[in-house]
């Protein structure tokens, strides 16, 4: 084994167990997880089109109007949205105006998408905390049907810290129990996240 391999698997067990017994017993589950939230894509089928390629939100460019369905994955949120959305912008200056309603999805999809409801008014795409993340490097296109992937650089950054036990998303189980996971616009915690009674 090379000394490298030795030092970090030093450091690794050192971090992890400076944070308790239970964060190295989850620390497999939560490299598996932390690598999910890397990558994320998306099926689009409806009407219309739409093209969007970014480098992060500071530049995107691109353009379209689409009405339709979305099966997505990202950051551990899967589910089907339906939504109408508009968009067109250069480098810095991107606006979008959409409509988006959860269809099916697990608790973090539903949370984060619920219903989200902009169309008519233009949200400049910069500075929007529910459009997809400030991080986000990918493509998406669609013509009546299409698909979307993309990589979060914040996400990679946090994975491979996560390896010596630094988790900067603090999305590890150590902090779940005390916050909820940084992903998209959820930021705050799990005492402040509101309660649906049945």
């Given at each position: 084994?090379?000394?490298?391999?030795?030092?970090l698997?030093?450091?690794?067990?050192?971090?992890?167990?400076?944070?308790?017994?239970?964060s190295?017993?989850?620390y497999?589950?939560?490299?598996?997880?932390?690598?999910?939230?890397?990558f994320?894509?998306?099926?689009?089928?409806?009407?219309g089109?739409?093209?969007?390629a970014?480098g992060?939100k500071?530049?995107?460019?691109?353009?379209?109007s689409?009405?339709?369905?979305?099966a997505?994955?990202?950051?551990r949120?899967?589910?089907?949205a339906?939504?109408?959305?508009a968009e067109?912008?250069?480098p810095?200056?991107?606006?979008t105006t959409y409509?988006?309603?959860?269809?099916?999805g697990?608790?973090?999809f539903n949370?984060r998408v619920?219903?989200?409801?902009v169309?008519?008014?233009?949200?400049?795409?910069?500075?929007?905390?529910q459009?997809?993340?400030?991080?986000?490097?990918g493509?998406s296109?669609?013509?009546?049907?299409?698909?979307?992937v993309?990589?979060?650089v914040?996400?990679?950054?946090?994975?491979?810290?996560?390896?010596?036990?630094?988790d900067?998303?603090?999305?590890?189980?150590?902090?779940?129990?005390?916050?909820?996971?940084?992903?998209?616009p959820?930021y705050q915690?799990?005492?402040?996240?509101?309660i649906?009674?049945?």
């Amino acid at each position: 084994m090379s000394r490298l391999a030795l030092v970090l698997v030093a450091a690794c067990t050192l971090s992890t167990a400076a944070s308790g017994c239970g964060s190295l017993a989850s620390y497999p589950m939560d490299r598996l997880q932390d690598l999910s939230d890397v990558f994320g894509g998306e099926f689009y089928w409806g009407q219309g089109f739409l093209a969007n390629a970014r480098g992060t939100k500071v530049v995107q460019l691109g353009a379209g109007s689409f009405d339709g369905n979305i099966a997505s994955y990202d950051k551990r949120a899967v589910g089907v949205a339906t939504e109408i959305r508009a968009e067109a912008g250069l480098p810095l200056y991107y606006f979008t105006t959409y409509d988006r309603k959860s269809e099916i999805g697990n608790r973090v999809f539903n949370e984060r998408v619920d219903e989200i409801d902009v169309l008519g008014v233009v949200k400049y795409n910069l500075t929007d905390p529910q459009d997809r993340s400030f991080y986000e490097v990918g493509v998406s296109v669609a013509a009546f049907a299409g698909v979307g992937v993309h990589v979060d650089v914040l996400q990679a950054i946090d994975f491979v810290l996560g390896i010596v036990g630094l988790d900067i998303g603090k999305d590890d189980a150590r902090h779940r129990d005390v916050q909820a996971p940084v992903h998209g616009p959820r930021y705050q915690k799990i005492s402040e996240l509101p309660i649906t009674k049945a």
